[in-house]
């Protein structure tokens, strides 16, 4: 809610930059509007440690990115070296007709490589418990369509997208 006080994605970034690291677990997080988009990234230190780790903040760039626990397009997750491939082939979305099916079908994606294992997934199903409890589809399109969220209160595939009003 904190990035939402601002009124564009560079001051929400630069404002939550600043933020107390000891007071949030590691974290990945995107700030973004229709001109620009930023990766915000905590890893949290020990609870000993003298200095906490500053925010790390960087411009997303133009074109497909992906973020999962790892950096922004970190090839030492698999499931980045696995699936930013398979969504730069896939069809993109159309937000303006409701199109979202290529996009779709990845997210609900329970393949991984075999070195993996499950957490290379998309979709991560564990014998533990431990995996994808939900899923969104977001677009900001140019400024004369409105944003879209699509939300999936459940895995994707098993719990379907519904739109969020913005």
């Known amino acids: 809610m904190a990035a939402l006080k601002h009124a564009d994605a560079a001051s929400a970034a630069r404002a939550l930059a600043a ?21 915000l990234c905590s890893r949290a230190g020990p609870d000993d440690s003298p200095q906490p780790p500053a925010i790390k903040v960087g411009a997303i760039p133009e074109g497909l990115s992906m973020i ?11 499931r980045t070296r696995r699936y930013r491939p398979a969504f730069a082939a896939a069809r993109p979305p159309d937000p303006e007709s409701g199109d979202w099916r290529s ?13 993996a294992g499950p957490l290379g997934a998309m979709t991560v199903v564990t014998d533990t418990g431990f995996g994808t409890l939900s899923s969104s589809l977001i ?11 699509l939300f999936a209160a459940g895995r994707a595939g098993e719990a379907p997208y519904e739109p969020v009003a913005i």
């Open 139 to 149: 677009a900001l399109a140019a400024k004369t369509q409105d944003p879209v969220w």
């Open 19 to 39: 933020i107390e690291t000891r007071d949030y677990r590691s974290f990945n997080l995107v700030v973004a509007d229709r001109a620009n988009a930023y990766w």
């Open 68 to 78: 999962t626990a790892h950096d922004l397009n970190d090839g030492a997750s698999a």
């Open 103 to 115: 996009w779709m079908a990845l997210l609900e994606s329970r393949a991984y490589d075999a070195d």
